[in-house]
């Protein structure tokens, strides 16, 4: 089964650090993805990257950014962190499909707390 | 550009009952539908999709949906619940055609189940 590892399942930061959010996948998946996880919002996606260097703006974008130098990795940066990025973050992989939409495999996610 | 309602936030049944979680979409073609149950602290993990064919999917742990492209609906559905079942459910749908694979996530429904 792919796993989807993501390194820090609980950070606690203060307002205007830069925080890194990591994500390790180990099965050769193509596609990548962050979604953060609000009550009563569901999952909105972040960012995405279909390929080592490629990105591309999700639905809410400000205030982050994305980094993918290898293809099993793909990070999260929170140039300046605010409360209002107080959240649970959960990454993800797919497979390339040409088809269209694959099954999404998540990580446990990552709950950062801003004060 | 595709959306996702879950109409229902939170459900309570006693265990043993049959459930029906509701989803609808909005897509101006014939979807990928997608349900994935959170269980506290975890990531999500996929129930069943639906990508072409019968539109009666079959998933793990005794989940169903069915997709009804009239009423642009896909439910979900359990013929006897278990106490172990309790968890967030969410409904998605991705695009067919995308190379990108994202997916658009429901606001998800919070299942309690009674002994």
């Known amino acids: 089964d792919v796993k989807v590892t993501q390194s820090s399942r609980y950070l606690v930061k203060r307002t205007g650090e830069k925080v890194f959010l990591e994500c390790v996948q180990d099965m050769d998946h193509e596609n990548m993805f962050w979604y953060r996880q609000d009550p009563g919002l569901g999952l909105r996606l972040i960012y995405f990257?279909?390929?080592?260097?490629?990105?591309e703006k999700g639905d809410i974008p400000e205030g982050y950014s994305v980094s993918r130098e290898k293809k099993e990795r793909f990070s999260l940066i929170l140039e300046s962190a605010s409360t209002n990025q107080t959240s649970m973050y959960l990454c993800?992989?797919?497979?390339?499909?040409?088809?269209?939409?694959?099954?999404?495999?998540f990580g446990a996610g990552s709950r950062l707390t801003v004060l | 550009a595709q959306s996702v309602t879950q109409p229902d936030i939170h459900i309570t049944v006693s265990e043993g009952a049959s459930l029906e979680l509701r989803c609808n979409y909005s897509?101006?073609?014939?979807?990928?539908l997608f349900w994935y149950v959170q269980s506290p602290g975890q990531g999500l993990q996929l129930l069943l999709k639906y990508f072409s064919g019968d539109t009666l999917v079959q998933g793990i742990k005794g989940f169903e949906a069915e997709f009804k492209r009239s009423q642009s609906s896909f439910n979900l559905r359990k013929p006897s619940v278990h106490w172990s079942d309790a968890a967030e459910y969410f409904c998605a749908v991705g695009a067919q055609g995308s190379s990108y694979g994202k997916l658009t996530f429901g606001q998800g429904t919070i299942l309690t189940v009674h002994p």
């Open positions: 993800a992989s797919s497979l390339y499909s040409y088809a269209g939409a694959n099954v999404l495999t």
């Open positions: 990257s279909y390929d080592v260097k490629m990105k």
């Open positions: 897509y101006g073609a014939t979807p990928y």
